[in-house]
């Protein structure tokens, strides 16, 4: 998945003034074997999951997935 740029909402009050509403885009989460074992990484996780979608990487994986891209080139 790649990033996406999320724009803020713009909603018109009753005073005809454009204000920004509050927008919670998709969040990435990076956890190490550490976290994920004492279970802090699953408790982040579960709270942002309630208010959008969260794409959840173990940093572990992402630099092995590095070293074998540079290896390739």
Not at 12 to 23: I, R
Not at 40 to 69: A, C, H, M, N, W
């Amino acid at each position: 998945m790649s990033p996406t740029a999320v724009l803020p909402q713009l909603s018109n009050e009753s005073n005809g003034q454009a204000t920004m509403s509050s927008v919670k885009g998709p969040a990435l989460t990076i956890g190490t074997l550490s976290t994920a074992q004492d279970g802090k990484y699953q408790s982040l996780v579960s709270e942002l999951g309630t208010t959008r979608r969260v794409d959840r990487q173990l940093l572990e994986r992402l630099v092995d997935e590095g070293t074998i891209l540079l290896m390739l080139q």
